[in-house]
């Protein structure tokens, strides 16, 4: 087999926790071949000992069951991770910025960009200068829940200046699209654009930059994680099995970089009838059990709400309302002012 050959078998390896191989995200830096034999030179940086352990192990499992290959040599260089990756309370790689937290999902449907919108919002409240990046290039709702279709312009830097509403700077993809166009762009350009909403975004000074990440684990995912240091991750799941088993995915992903998870949040967790009965409509207390045995803060339970979602439509987050008239706005008001940023 020639080099070329071997760079398509280790297409198979995926970074561990993720759906991108390690040949896209270039950490295979040399391949050689002599005769039968094969030697990969990988550069990897972490500080999980785990990640290279199963590059190595799954390297050597590609390449062993190749006809053809004899002695497979693979090579782990280990260099630490930069302090963008490391998770570090308080050391954000965005000037300006003080404290960056994560809003993820392993499952789309589970309502994260409601969330993020309203945990958005409700930080705004206690004060602090607050932004909120739709890191979802593919499916972008911010700009709609936020009620503005405002056109960003660029400043004397060429930095995108970002829209302003409700007292919040926003980015979204959604601001730069139609309404009805769709984007179309492979991992290497979703990576690009990401780096631009982060790094070329002039956010000034905010206490708290909110980024609502896409469903999932993957490349967006793990290119936020090596380009900015982000101080926390909140998960959201609603509370059925089918959607839990993916939010233990997004922990784990997060776990594999170093990031902490602030707390888990049980979205759409029942749905209360005029009658002042709950029904729980995607089962009970799945959040609660699943927060318990991650060992990790149940931040809130937000039930299902009728203004909420009205509110999304309407570009009036339900967290704008008075937390006196709407237990949604007071769930999400109670739930920040228990974050530990704050």
Known sequence: MNIEQIKEVLKQVKYPGFSRDILSFGLVKVVEVEGADVTVKIEVATRDAKIPEQIFKDVHAVLGGVVGIGTVKVDVNVKDAPEAASGGVGKSSIPG???????????????????????????????????????????????????????????????????????????????LLEDKSPVIVRGPMATRYTQQFLRQVAWGELDVLVLDLPPGTGDIQLTIVQTVSVDGAVIVTTPQEVALIDARKAVAMFAKVNIPILGLIENMAWFEGDDGKRYYLFGEEGGVREAADMNVPLLAQIPIDIPTGRGGDDGVPIALTDPAKSKVSAAFHQMVAGLVIC
């Open 97 to 175: 910025v003080k404290r960056i937290i994560a809003i993820a999902s392993g499952k789309g449907g589970v309502g994260k960009s409601t969330v993020s919108a309203n945990i958005a919002v409700a930080l705004s409240k206690r004060g602090l200068k607050v932004g909120l990046c739709d890191c979802d290039l593919y499916g972008p709702s911010i700009a709609q829940m936020f009620g503005t279709t405002e056109r960003p312009d660029a400043n004397e830097h060429d930095e995108i200046i970002p829209i302003e509403a409700h007292g919040l700077k926003l980015m979204s993809m959604g601001f």
